[in-house]
C-alpha cells in the first residue's frame, strides 16, 4: 500500500521537473533569444525591409481570414448566413 503524496513532495516533484526542462532547453532558448535580438537590430537598420515584411506576414493573414470566411459559408446550414458570409470573405 502506497501513501499519499503531500504538498510538499508535489511541490519539490514539479519544481524538479521544471528545472530538468529549462535545463535541456536552455541552449534553444539562448539560440532563439539571440536571433530575435538580431532580427531587431535588423528590423531598426532597415526600415524598408521590415515594412516590407510586416506588410506580408498582414497580407496573408487577411487572404487566410478570406479563405476562412468562404469554406465556412459552404458549411453553413442557411442560404443567407453562407450568402453573407460568402460576399464578406470574397
Known amino acids: ?9 508535489a511541490e519539490k516533484r514539479f519544481i524538479n521537473q ?3 526542462q529549462i ?3 536552455a ?6 533569444g539571440f536571433s530575435l535580438i538580431l532580427l531587431g537590430m535588423l528590423a531598426i537598420l532597415s526600415p524598408y ?3 516590407l515584411a510586416a506588410t506580408k506576414l498582414t ?3 487577411i487572404v487566410a481570414a478570406g479563405i476562412t470566411l468562404i469554406v465556412y459559408c459552404f458549411k453553413s446550414d442557411h ?3 453562407g450568402a453573407l458570409q460568402f460576399l464578406m470573405g470574397a
Open 27 to 32: 541552449k534553444l532558448a539562448t539560440v532563439a
Open 59 to 61: 497580407s496573408i493573414a
Open 1 to 9: 500500500m502506497t501513501t499519499p503524496m503531500t504538498l510538499q513532495d
Open 49 to 51: 525591409l521590415s515594412t
Open 23 to 25: 535545463k535541456a532547453n
Open 18 to 20: 521544471l528545472s530538468k
Open 79 to 81: 442560404w443567407g448566413k
